[in-house]
């Protein structure tokens, strides 16, 4: 079955600094790759999503790159700010609305 | 306001009782999931379903069992708790096209 790996498990960064979070994936089927945010004590939100026909999405101050011959894809945060501090999840789905299999979680803590 | 509901929010039994938890959506969703999670660690699931009287095992084992006999309702059961079953258990849904995964805010459950 599908297998997703993340890393790093904690990053730590200064304010208005740049974060990125790294996942791969195993399945080669796999075609939906959306990240989530959890705070504290709340449940995981969507916050940006990709499909494998595109190679990269832009939301404001977050992006996703997807390589699929590589199998891995890739958050990255710009201008970090405290409220960005959460622990991120990535996940691989072999279609949109199907089962997802999540990463580990990383664990961002942006300093002020 | 459609949603995901979960229920209890928290719970605390002892060792050997039978517990349901509940999970009801209201967005006309007809996929369900039922993750696992310890505290800000990693997503598991542990059983999913696409459609009424239609249940799957997730790629995490456990000792859970679910239905669907209502396409709103997901209800999750233990037989028997024990101690190990210690941890929060995240209901989620989506439906078709391009509906991203909703989650619950979850039950913490403890088992003493």
Redesign the interface.
């Known amino acids: 079955?599908e297998n997703v790996e993340q890393h790093p498990s904690t990053l730590s960064v200064q304010e208005g600094d740049s974060a990125v979070i790294k996942c791969t994936y195993s399945d080669s089927a796999s075609n939906y790759f959306?990240w989530y945010k959890?705070e504290?004590g709340?449940?995981?939100?969507?916050i940006i999503?990709i499909r494998s026909n595109v190679g990269e999405k832009k939301d404001q101050r977050i992006a996703v790159t997807l390589n699929k011959t590589a199998k891995h894809f890739s958050l990255h945060i710009t201008e970090t700010q405290p409220e960005d501090s959460a622990?991120y999840?990535c996940a691989a789905s072999i279609r949109?609305?199907g089962?997802?299999?999540?990463?580990?979680?990383t664990?961002l803590s942006v300093k002020p | 306001e459609a949603d995901i509901y979960q229920t209890p929010r928290y719970l605390v039994i002892g060792t050997g009782k039978k517990i349901t938890l509940e999970c009801s959506q209201t967005m006309g969703h007809d996929k369900m999931y039922w993750y696992q999670q310890d505290p800000g660690m990693e997503l598991h699931l542990i059983h999913y379903s696409y459609g009424v009287n239609s249940t799957e095992k997730g790629d995490l084992s456990s000792e859970s069992t679910v239905s669907r006999i209502r396409t709103e309702h997901f209800p999750l059961t233990l037989e028997s708790a024990r101690p190990s079953h210690t941890s929060q258990y995240l209901c989620a849904s989506t439906g078709q096209g391009r509906t991203p995964l909703h989650f619950g805010n979850g039950t913490r459950l403890t088992v003493t």
């Open positions: 079955g959306p959890q504290l709340k449940r995981p939100q969507l999503d622990v999840f949109w609305g089962k997802l299999i999540f990463g580990q979680g664990e």
